[in-house]
Nanobody
Framework: QVQLVESGGGLVQPGGSLRLSCAAS????????MGWYRQVPGEQRDLVAT??????????NYADSAKGRFTISRDNAKNTVYLQMNNLKPEDTAVYYC?????????WGQGTQVTVSS
């Protein structure tokens, strides 16, 4: 089992920034993919960004909506993944979920609310 604990959500004005963090614990293997997804009520959960572990090359993948504004990174020693979000827009408002993926298994955090509003 893998446990994920997210932090860093909140209310921000349009154009502002937030940094989300997600710490993984439990049976965390060195080779994995971690990432962020988001969901608004009544809609599916969508990819925001993912990053592979250092041992897998640290490759990143972004949704088109995140490119140029969001940056995903990770600290492998701490089993923590970050999402730096800049120039936030009202349409970024959603619950953001941390994800850990390995060997066909997905684990999810409890979610953190991000609200972009003036």
């Amino acid at each position: 089992q893998v446990q994920l604990v997210e932090s860093g959500g909140g209310l921000v004005q349009p154009g502002g920034s937030l940094r989300l963090s997600c710490a993984a614990s439990g049976s965390v293997f060195r080779i994995n993919t971690m990432g962020w997804y988001r969901q608004v009520p009544g809609e599916q959960r969508d990819l925001v960004a993912t990053i592979t572990s250092h041992f897998s090359g640290g490759e990143t993948n972004y949704a088109d909506s995140a490119k140029g504004r969001f940056t995903i990174s990770r600290d492998n020693a701490k089993n923590t993944v970050y999402l730096q979000m800049n120039n936030l827009k009202p349409e970024d408002t959603a619950v953001y979920y941390c994800n850990y993926f390995r060997a066909g298994l997905n684990y999810w955090g409890q979610g953190t609310q991000v609200t972009v509003s003036s």
